[in-house]
């Protein structure tokens, strides 16, 4: 018979009271992950860039940290201390009915690498100006020395048209879209006064030559007013020369902002999605597609019950 003094349960290696293994994490030294590729073949498979296009990548970067940067310091300035500015722009007499409407400053709104361009364009502004006067003063005396009173008649009435029209239009036309442009870093700013710009380039040197009956006393003019009266041919032959001096200086301006329009990351597609952006925002352009969409409404509705 069995001895009821042994444990029926007990083995010759454990018990089933006996704890289970603990589990034992791998050592600081016992890696479980695949081993890493060569960096020869890294460095292989890594496409290469240029140095050129990294070096235009960085001027880019850069660009465009020192914009992010200025406009973060205007507007944490602006929160700091709230100003509320006269407005200065037009730049008009005090007598003058006509008030400004809107505030300029070259220093506050303009990057500083961009500040010397602007006053370059105020100077042409300032110039094209005086040559206007000075182009409406020649016409007068041409008037007033030559016979036919028909031909220079016309040209000096061209001409008010031209001193009417064209000195507050050179102003709001190719001066401000280049500051706004500037300011707000606008593509459509940028391509208006390239376009604007261009035209009146083209303008100086079609009032250059002086064609009769358009208005500019350049050297065509002269050589008819010169049998008139030599001294107010003279006057003419010097406006001629007056109207080539900004040619290049415009040009030179429409070369330097178009490069930095380009360094700048702008393109025509931003440009044209900037307009639509605009056209849908003005009140006036949502009215009249209201107001358009209302009569096609309409129309339709009365064809078909017609």
Known sequence: ??????????????????????????GPFTSLSAPNPPTAAIEKAAPTVPPSDLKKMKELQSREEAIAK?????????????????????????????????YVSLTEQIPPSEQWKMKLLIAVLIYYWVVLIYNFICTVA??????????????????IAYLLLFLPCSLFCWWYPAYYAY?????????????????????FAINALGLPNLGAAGFINSVIVFNASKPVGAMFIICGLLW??????SAILIFLVHRYYRSS??????????AMTGAASNKYVRQAAVGAAKEG????????TS
């Open 1 to 26: 018979m069995a001895d009821f003094s042994e444990n029926p349960f007990a083995g010759p290696q454990a018990t089933p009271f006996k704890e289970p293994p603990q589990y034992q994490p791998p």
């Open 183 to 203: 300011k707000n870093n606008s593509s459509l700013g940028y391509l208006w006064f390239f376009l604007v710009m261009s035209v009146q380039t083209i303008g």
């Open 265 to 274: 990351g702008k393109s025509i597609n931003e440009a044209t999605q900037e």
């Open 297 to 304: 409404i309409k129309a339709s509705v009365t064809g078909a």
């Open 142 to 159: 041409g008037l007033v020395v030559s016979t036919d009173t028909a031909t220079y008649g016309t040209t000096m009435g061209v001409c």
């Open 70 to 102: 200025r406009e973060a310091e205007l507007k944490a300035k602006e929160m700091e201390h709230p100003r509320v500015h006269p407005n200065n722009f037009p730049p008009l007499p005090p007598c003058c009915p006509i008030k400004p409407c809107c």
């Open 244 to 249: 080539i001096v900004p040619i290049p200086f």
